[in-house]
């Protein structure tokens, strides 16, 4: 079984710079898919960020396009987000999502636990 493992999360202020890491553990072979999602209290969970065949693609919402970035450090089966020039609309927990395949080659769709994001000055 594949569990994530997200940290980073803290208290930062607005305009400040935060990085985000998801670690996988168990019996990955390879992560092919990754997102980070964030939700704020009272609302809906929303994709911010997401890379598609291993890292070669990416997207972004437009709140924070130019601003945060992902990436996948496929030696350390990690997930990155680099959140820079934050807003106060950022705070939120923020959950990765990673797919990929196991040893031996079956698909695995896991969750993080979420850490949180607090934005303050």
């Known amino acids: 079984q594949v569990q994530l493992v997200e940290s980073g999360g803290g208290l930062v202020r607005p305009g400040g710079s935060l990085s985000l890491s998801c670690a996988a553990s168990g019996p990955v072979f390879s992560i092919n898919d990754a997102g980070w999602y964030r939700q704020a209290p009272g609302k809906e969970r929303e994709l911010v960020a997401s890379?598609?065949?291993?890292?070669?693609?990416?997207n972004y919402a437009d709140s924070v396009k130019g601003r945060f970035t992902i990436s996948t450090d496929h030696s350390k089966k990690t997930v990155y987000l680099q959140m820079t020039k934050i807003e106060p609309e950022d705070p939120a927990v923020y959950y990765c999502?990673?797919?990929?395949?196991?040893?031996?080659?079956?698909?695995?769709?896991?969750w993080g636990q979420g850490t949180q994001v607090t934005v303050s000055s």
């Open positions: 890379s598609t065949r291993g890292g070669a693609s990416t």
């Open positions: 999502n990673a797919q990929g395949m196991t040893r031996p080659l079956t698909e695995f769709d896991s």
